[in-house]
């Protein structure tokens, strides 16, 4: 790396939330603009950088700094200019010349080991000397660990982070176990954590490292939906990832356990299970209150439903007989579940729900799982629904830097009835934070289609619900005539029931284009999007029409297809800004999905007929489109649902993925005009029914499958559902047989 050493002349920009600095470095030679991640300069210091020459398309040549260090002044006109540059709250330019006129060459050394000889100087007493030398005592710290920590490989945006969270105990603390980064610092995961006690010298048979690692392995299940790991799961996973020994394993295991950080028992008086503390809680804590809500007497279960039920239908709206028993059931019951595949009627037993209870005087709350979800039961109820998240007023706790919900056990939510759709996203966390805000007396009705695949978080809520038989349940399985003339209904319920479906119907909505290459495959996705079907149904290639795949990798995963689909809907331009992050460019007008919750990215609303202005809370799954990219500030925007502008830092890119085409897991709670899918091969775990069937349902007007109907078929006939470990359906067994005891 090429190094330079200056004095910092002028700041022209700063990131403040990245260190992101832009810079003029007055060195011997000539003046150079410098460009990096420079979070704790001020103007006038002396720095010795190191990095690399570049030319910047607009703004010429720029040295882009990857290391830094700041240079301690030894002359007086140098301290001066130091002390009264603002690295130091309280000292300004007239402070600054006093200072060095009593301590000459000796001040920073004074400043540093005797701070309190800083009331000798006219006008400093007691309380202003104590305030400059901690500001300064807090500089110094700072410097140092962003010096001492990029000699382990932390970046100075993370050494920053670490600063803000231990303080001057910082060095010490991450010398001691390097591996607490993973657990109090985001953005830190285990195996960077790893780096950093590689580089220091850390043994790797460490206890520290041992506990990360089985943290790590039980965070790793929880992501693939899991709420507990088995085991002998988790001692063969630490083993593979660090090699240490079974015994090994075994002690940090038991050690977590005794400190309460994990959590062992036996399922079944059989295996043992290994949970994480937040998900154990959960998961007891849900068996609880679903048992509670179950067992609650309704003084009101004696109103005349068949009369209530009269009032409302006639003639031209007349309910199902299941339909019917859905809303009997709502009035008997504190909790209840009604499960059903698309054209059954569960928007209209939920608008028929509505009607019921509001004709019953009590005060009623709509939500779902996502924006989108939410959305669309407002609009198919009239009435205001919200997500999850927002019913339960959600917050983040910037001292614990965890999400926090505001409605809760001490401040539940006020309505007799609660009702809840496309229930079979709710993971064990959410539904825990849920129930919590729930008091016995309050319905809840939980809606949705339990065949859909289960939620992305951990659990598998509503199957285990369903399972359990201690809650009410209606499954609704007629199919109307109106849903009848859709061949996407119609065959999404062939394939559950596992029949085959019928293809290319004359004048409907349920097509397959027969391709056996996979490149072939692949051009014809393009063709469709771009071009055939735009031009024949008059849709948007980017709004109306959504590429669904079960996989990530290989001709026909995600990660081709969007380069793909990129590169034809929306091609470099010569004034076009884009950014290339990591294995991925993004650009302005790329389709984008946001693919972890994120609590605390603001948003704002650019509609002008909005009650919100603002907000927080950007969530797995939501698609959006990129705005803007400011490559000087560093910063992305992304407009969600047509009006939530939200602004990226570079630093956050990686919460972003093309979204031209997605998983079909990540498209759960979407819904699409047209969805266009591949049927190629793929391991048989990703080409399995209910996966065929959560894909089909996306689409509102248009399927179109191509690829080779061999493996629709060979997708038909594999009723393999991934087996989830949950133990909520176990759980709520054991809790209710014992509370009839």
């Known amino acids: 790396m090429t190094e330079l050493k200056g004095k910092l002349a002028e700041i022209v920009y700063c990131n403040e939330a990245n260190g992101y600095t832009v810079a003029f470095l007055s060195c011997q030679e000539e003046d150079v603009t410098i460009v990096g991640i420079l979070p704790t300069v001020k103007e006038g210091e002396e720095v010795h950088v190191k990095g690399k020459w570049t030319v910047h398309s607009s703004y010429g040549r720029q040295f882009e700094v990857k290391e830094y260090q700041s240079i301690q002044p030894t002359t007086i006109e140098g301290i001066i200019s130091y002390l009264s540059s603002g690295i130091v709250k309280g ?76 303080g001057e105990m910082s060095l010490t603390l991450i010398q001691e176990n390097p591996y607490r980064l993973a657990d109090d610092i985001k953005g830190i995961g285990f195996k960077m954590a790893d780096q950093i006690a590689k580089a220091m010298g850390i043994p790797p048979h460490s206890m520290y490292r041992i506990k990360a690692a089985i943290k790590y392995i039980l965070n790793k299940y929880n992501g693939e939906g899991h709420t507990y790991t088995p085991f002998k799961l988790l001692i063969d996973g630490v083993k593979d990832l660090i090699n240490v020994s ?36 959960a998961e007891t804590n849900t068996c609880k209150r679903l048992i509670e809500l179950s067992q609650v007497d309704y003084k009101d279960k004696n109103t005349n439903i068949e009369e209530l039920l009269n009032s409302i239908t006639n003639d031209d709206f007349v309910l199902a007989k299941n339909q019917k028993e859905a809303i009997v059931q709502a009035v008997e019951n504190g909790i209840m579940v009604i499960t059903g595949g698309p054209g059954t009627g569960k928007t209209t037993t939920i608008n028929t729900l509505i ?25 198919a109820t009239g009435r205001e629904a919200k997500t999850i998240h ?69 659990g598998n809520v509503l199957k285990d619900i369903i399972d359990s038989n201690i809650v009410k349940v209606v499954r609704l399985n007629e199919i109307f005539r109106q849903a009848q003339e859709s061949m996407i209904i119609v065959n999404a319920h062939k394939i559950n029931g596992g029949a085959l479906p ?13 391709k056996n290459k996979k490149i072939d495959t692949v051009d014809t996705l393009i063709a469709l999007v771009k071009e055939r079907l735009p031009k024949h149904y008059k849709l948007d290639s980017l ?7 079960p996989m990530k990798k290989g001709e026909t995963g995600t990660l081709n297809l969007n380069k793909r689909l990129q590169d034809s809907l929306n091609p470099p331009g010569k004034y076009k800004a884009e950014k290339e992050y990591r294995d991925k460019i993004l650009r302005v007008g790329d389709k984008v999905m946001q693919i972890r919750n994120n609590y605390t990215l603001k948003w704002t609303n650019i509609s002008t007929d909005s009650q919100e202005e603002k907000g927080e809370g950007v969530f797995n799954g939501d698609i959006g489109y990129v705005h803007s990219i400011d490559l000087e500030d560093q910063e992305l925007t992304v407009i969600f649902d047509e009006h939530r502008l939200v602004v990226y ?69 594999n009723n393999r559902i991934v087996e ?18």
Not at 118 to 131: F, R, W
Not at 502 to 514: H, P, R, S, V
Not at 670 to 697: C, D, K, Q
């Open 91 to 166: 000292i300004g330019e007239k402070m600054a010349k006093r200072i060095v006129e009593k301590f000459g060459e000796s001040t920073l050394e004074i400043m540093q080991q005797s701070p309190q000889r800083l009331k000798e100087v006219s006008g400093i007493g007691k309380a202003k000397a104590e305030t400059i030398a901690n500001a300064f005592l807090e500089q110094r710290e700072l410097k140092e660990v962003v010096f001492l920590l990029s000699k382990y490989g932390v970046t100075p945006v993370y050494a920053v982070k670490i600063y803000k969270k231990y």
């Open 246 to 281: 079974s015994e090994e394993a075994n002690d940090a295991i038991s050690n977590l356990a005794l400190d309460q950080k994990i959590h062992l028992e036996r399922l079944n008086n059989d295996e043992i299970i290994v949970y994480s503390m937040p998900y154990y809680y």
């Open 355 to 379: 009607k019921v209870f509001e004709r019953l005087d009590k005060k009623i709350m709509l939500a779902a799982p996502t924006g989108r979800a939410s959305k669309r039961m407002s609009e």
């Open 390 to 458: 927002r019913l339960l007023e959600m917050g983040f706790s910037d001292e614990s830097d965890e999400m926090t919900f505001l409605k809760n056990e001490d401040q539940p939510l006020d309505a007799d009835v609660i009702i809840i759709d496309e229930a079979s996203m709710v993971d064990i966390l959410l539904m825990n934070n849920l129930l919590k805000a729930i008091v016995l007396g309050t319905r809840l009705f939980l809606v949705g289609d339990v065949d859909q695949l289960p939620s992305v978080g951990a």
């Open 502 to 514: 019928l293809l290319n119907e004359k004048d409907k909505d349920f097509y397959f284009i027969t």
């Open 543 to 549: 709004k109306d029409i959504q590429v669904l795949t």
């Open 649 to 717: 830092d570079f630093s956050q890119l990686d919460e972003l993925e093309l979204a031209y085409c997605v998983t079909v897991h990540k498209s759960q709670g979407s819904e699409f005009s047209v969805v266009v899918m591949p049927i190629t091969w793929g391991p048989p775990m990703l080409l399995t029914r209910n996966l065929l069937y959560t894909a089909i349902t996306r689409a509102k007007k248009l399927v179109v499958l191509v690829g080779v109907e061999k493996y629709l078929h060979e997708m038909v006939r």
């Open 724 to 741: 989830r470990y949950s133990g909520l359906s176990f759980r709520l067994k054991k809790i209710f047989d014992i509370s009839r005891l």
